[in-house]
């Protein structure tokens, strides 16, 4: 077996990838080459996972049908959350673009196999969310990967999971974690979209240990 080291070129340049990644809400409409797509899901598929379950399901939508209905659904849940906003939030929160799913060249789903065979139950009995960690993992590992080869990554929550379910035909046992928009970012930046738009900003508190 042999042993890795890491640079301390490689640790600035890793740290340079956790400032830059962002969460994309504009795309240029080109695709990424299939073979880079590939190499995504693999990176993604070296995340860890309760048990060795590998829990996750990612699903590449191609089909416009499909992704259109996905948009309306998007469209239908970010209209009726615009409505739990008033006043100036409400004129805030109408101003954010919180998906990019007209653009992106290519949308992923993320599933979670909530009841896998595969790891033996290992790890999962007194929490059983786990698995939707897991899978959670595995996006982010996706996100970190996709960013360094310069493609860009939206999620997309503001949906209705059953909706969304039914669209994409997936398995009983199959909860959505994630709805991803996969392509070439129009801008890069090294702040929160966000935090850019005035609506949130990052709290010096959440760099704190909580000691106890
Ligand atoms: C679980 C999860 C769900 C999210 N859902 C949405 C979403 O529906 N729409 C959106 O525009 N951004 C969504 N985001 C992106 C966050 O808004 C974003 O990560 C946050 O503002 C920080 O920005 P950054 O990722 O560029 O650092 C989601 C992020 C996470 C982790």
Known sequence: MTTAAFSEDFRLDLERLFTWRRDVRHFRREPVAPALLDDLLQASTLAPSVGLSE??????????TRKSAVRKSFETCNARALEGYDGEQAA????L?????????????????????????LGRATMPETTTWSAVMAIHTFWLAATASGVGLGWVSILDPETVSTILNAEPNWDLVAYLCVGYPTEQADTPELERMGWEKRNPERRQWIRR
Do not use: M, N
């Open 97 to 121: 673009k919180l998906a990019g799913l007209d653009d992106a060249p290519h949308h992923v789903a993320v599933f979670c196999e909530t009841t896998p065979d595969q790891g033996h139950g």
């Open 92 to 95: 805030g929160y109408a101003s």
């Open 55 to 64: 829990p996750w399901r990612f699903i590449l939508v191609e089909d416009q």
